[in-house]
T-cell receptor
Framework: DAKTTQPPSMDCAEGRAANLPCNHS???????VYWYRQIHSQGPQYIIH???NNETNEMASLIITEDRKSSTLILPHATLRDTAVYYC????????????FGQGTRLTINP | EPEVTQTPSHQVTQMGQEVILRCVPI?????FYWYRQILGQKVEFLVS????????KSEIFDDQFSVERPDGSNFTLKIRSTKLEDSAMYFC???????????FGPGTRLTVL
C-alpha cells in the first residue's frame, strides 16, 4: 500500500501558485519523496524528488518539513496544462525499487 | 530530450489471444519496468528487469506474463492468453540505475474483447 496521504482533489486559479500537500508520517531515513503527475491517461510524468532539503527545478518546488513527515509540491504559476492527477510517492534508496502509486490528488486549474 | 516510447498506442485483441507490447527505453538506461493501470484505478507495478533477468515482480505478474529484451533497444511484455481483466493501460518505464528516477512511456491501451 502507498505510504502517503493526499487530498483527493484540489482547485487552483490559473496564474496562481498551486500548493499540493502530502503526508508521509511513517517515512524512514533512507526514503525519498517523489512527485509524478498523470495528465488524462498518459504515462506518469516525473516532476521532482527530494530527501530532506527543499528542491526546485524548472517545473516545481518541493518543500519537505524538518521532521520529513510531510511535504508540499508547489507549482508557482499554474496553467491550464497543469490540470492532472499528482502523485506523491515515498521510495526507498535501497531495496525494492517499484513505485507504489496511491490515488493522488486531482488538481484542476480553473481559468 | 530522450524519452521512452511504446508501440502500439492501442491494441485490440480477442480473449485467449497472445499479445506483445513493445517499449524502447531511454538508450543508456539499464533498468526496465512494466506497470499497468486499469481504467479508473491506481497505477500498479508489474515487473522490473535488469541484466536480462527479472529482479522483482508483483502478484499480478503470473505465468501468463513474460518479459524479454530481444535486442539492444526493445523491451517487451508478452501476455500469453489474454483475459478480459487484462484490459488496461500498460506503461513501460526505465531508469539509469536501480535507485535513479524512473521515466515512463506514453502507454499502450490494451482492450480484450
Amino acid at each position: 500500500d502507498a505510504k502517503t496521504t493526499q487530498p483527493p482533489s484540489m482547485d487552483c486559479a490559473e496564474g496562481r501558485a498551486a500548493n499540493l500537500p502530502c503526508n508521509h508520517s511513517t517515512i524512514s531515513g533512507n526514503e525519498y519523496v517523489y512527485w509524478y503527475r498523470q495528465i488524462h491517461s498518459q504515462g506518469p510524468q516525473y516532476i521532482i524528488h527530494g530527501l530532506k532539503n527543499n528542491e526546485t527545478n524548472e517545473m516545481a518546488s518541493l518543500i519537505i518539513t524538518e521532521d520529513r513527515k510531510s511535504s508540499t509540491l508547489i507549482l508557482p504559476h499554474a496553467t491550464l496544462r497543469d490540470t492532472a492527477v499528482y502523485y506523491c510517492i515515498v521510495r526507498p534508496h535501497q531495496g525494492a525499487q517499484k513505485l507504489v502509486f496511491g490515488q493522488g490528488t486531482r488538481l484542476t486549474i480553473n481559468p | 530530450e530522450p524519452e521512452v516510447t511504446q508501440t502500439p498506442s492501442h491494441q485490440v485483441t480477442q480473449m485467449g489471444q497472445e499479445v506483445i507490447l513493445r517499449c524502447v527505453p531511454i538508450s543508456n538506461h539499464l533498468y526496465f519496468y512494466w506497470y499497468r493501470q486499469i481504467l479508473g484505478q491506481k497505477v500498479e507495478f508489474l515487473v522490473s528487469f535488469y541484466n536480462n533477468e527479472i529482479s522483482e515482480k508483483s502478484e499480478i505478474f503470473d505465468d501468463q506474463f513474460s518479459v524479454e529484451r530481444p535486442d539492444g533497444s526493445n523491451f517487451t511484455l508478452k501476455i500469453r492468453s489474454t483475459k478480459l481483466e487484462d484490459s488496461a493501460m500498460y506503461f513501460c518505464a526505465s531508469s539509469l540505475t536501480r535507485t535513479d528516477t524512473q521515466y515512463f512511456g506514453p502507454g499502450t491501451r490494451l482492450t480484450v474483447l
